[in-house]
């Protein structure tokens, strides 16, 4: 009988030296997956900042997560939008990229690709249902970064897809007191053609008008002058 028990303690032992020497090799193993994944993942954000589409598309087919960020939580989607690489975006895109992802500071690709006026990316991403009332850490939305930065083409698509042309932003400005404080004439003029009021005033009492006379934009001032015979 004892030598039967100490038969059975050492089957049992070796039981549970055998289930521990699993255990550590399966979290060996899941950690090289993950070490191996994680170093994909950063080859991926360096292609990506490279504009290298070759190199990216590779990685993402080797394992590389399509939504993998950098320290500013830029993703390789944003980064295409920023460098203007429509091939690698359209291949994000297909390949499942969230086009509501943001970075840090919460700018989406839609903001991004506002900001850059490509007017293609930005109509691909609503058309994958990207959120066009987005706002980033500042309260900007797509539309106060295209009007603000003189991106006439992305205007007039946000405003094809529902965005009112006296819409409210962050301190009450509308988006063509965004375009008259920062100089885009043809982008004020294609507002004010669009709906746009010129009498409206911001959260300072101030209209498009004043702002623009206030920032030295003499032509956008005469245009909207035009608008405000009163100098509102």
Known sequence: MAEMTVLQEGSVVRKIKLSIAFAMA??????????????????????ARAGNFASLQRLVEQGAAVNSRNRFGDTLLLMSIKSGQM????????????????????????????FVGNKDMANMLLDRNANITAQDHLHKTAMVYAAG????????????KGVMPNERYDNELT??????GNGHLDT????????????LLDNRGKSALQIAT???QPDIAALLQQQTPRGK
């Open 149 to 160: 930065n003189g991106k006439t083409g992305v205007v007039d698509l946000l405003l094809s």
């Open 26 to 47: 399966l979290f060996c193993l899941a950690a090289v997956a993950e070490e191996s994944g994680f170093e994909l993942n950063r080859q991926a954000l360096i292609a």
């Open 87 to 114: 091939d690698m975006f359209r291949y994000l895109i297909d390949h499942g990229a969230d086009v509501n992802l943001a970075n840090v500071s919460k700018v989406t690709p839609l903001m991004a690709a506002a």
């Open 175 to 180: 988006a063509l007191m965004w375009a008259a």
């Open 188 to 199: 004020v003029r294609f507002l004010l053609d669009h709906g746009a009021d010129a009498r």
């Open 214 to 216: 206030e920032s030295r």
